[in-house]
């Protein structure tokens, strides 16, 4: 059973149901240890006063904030704590809005909201708020206190519970002024084209059809090493160089993605896919070198 992050009340209005916080997401990235790569003994992080040049226990390290001009301001945890955010246990809901009017870009990490208690009213309670914003198809906005900070909320349905996902305020996104736009729009055939490109790669969300490649190779170069095989680089590939005749590539790409045939294009076969793919394939082929293999060599492998 899961542990849970953070235990306390959810607010509507008057009505308040014991929750218990849990996180959405798992880690499943690999992780490593730093060792002296001399006697692979492991490396410990301690902290120097770089005027002193000794360790300072944690008790005696203080904090300071850069001002322009290369001045310092110290803070002292005194002053850290005269701000810190009123320790509550409480989630309270200060508004509903419409899911579409939210931009993604302000969601950052989710959770699942569970109820506590083994008592009939709250659990009741619960169920009241899942299945009143189920109807209302909205979502709660709100505020609550984990750890030592405040984090702005929102709450929605999903899979018949409630889901928690903290946000970014608005001052923390960033202005896309001077972010360069591309410069003058496409002709109509081009975006004629682009679209007709977009529409063919059209298909249906399925999470489960996208894999972290990254992490499989990783996963594979650790099994090759436990059994005792020896690892190369790929060799690493150009940066493709912008298409001379964006129309020819647009009609190669629309071509490929429709499985037909064209000149220089192998009809979307393996040249069509990433590297990340071929090398998924390669995988479970149990091609072997492959993780040093280049693309090209990855289809000429995967082909023969």
Not at 35 to 58: M, N, V
Not at 158 to 166: G, N, S, V, Y
Not at 198 to 217: G, N, Q
Not at 227 to 254: H, N, V, Y
Request: hydrophobic residues 35%.
């Amino acid at each position: 059973m899961a542990r849970p992050l953070w235990t306390g009340s959810l607010s509507f209005g008057l009505v308040n149901v014991p929750v218990a916080l849990y996180s959405a997401v798992g880690d499943l990235d690999l992780h490593f240890h730093q060792l002296h790569e001399k006697d692979t003994a492991r490396i410990d992080t301690r902290r120097f006063c770089e005027q002193e040049d000794k360790e300072i226990p944690l008790e005696e390290i203080g904090h300071a904030y850069d001002l322009d001009g290369g001045k310092t301001v110290i803070v002292t945890d005194e002053d850290l704590e005269a701000v810190a955010p009123r320790k509550t246990r409480t989630i309270d809901i200060e508004a509903f809005v419409d899911l579409a009017e939210i931009d993604p870009v302000y969601f950052d990490h989710p959770y699942f909201l569970a109820p506590t208690g083994d008592s009939e009213g709250p659990r009741r309670a619960y169920q009241l708020l899942v299945e009143a914003m189920r109807r209302s198809d909205g979502v709660a906005l709100g505020r609550f206190v984990m750890r030592t900070k405040e984090y702005l909320v929102a709450i929605q349905v999903r899979d018949d519970r409630l889901a928690l996902t903290t946000m970014r305020f608005a001052d923390e996104i960033r202005s896309t002024s001077g972010i360069d736009t591309g410069g003058k729009k496409p002709s109509k055939q081009q975006l004629d084209q682009a679209v007709a490109l977009v529409e063919a790669l059209s298909t249906d969300w399925d999470p489960s059809a996208w894999k972290d490649c990254y992490r499989a190779r990783l996963e594979d170069v650790v099994d090759r090493k436990r059994k005792g095989k020896r690892i190369s680089a790929p060799k690493q590939e150009k940066e493709p160089a912008p298409a001379p005749d964006l129309m020819a590539a647009l009609e190669r790409s629309l071509a490929a993605a429709k499985g037909k045939p064209t000149a220089g294009s192998d009809g979307g076969g393996l040249a069509a896919l990433s590297r990340d793919e071929l090398y998924e394939r390669a995988q479970k082929e149990d091609v072997p070198g492959r993780s040093s293999m280049s693309k090209d060599e990855l289809v000429d492998a995967l082909g023969s």
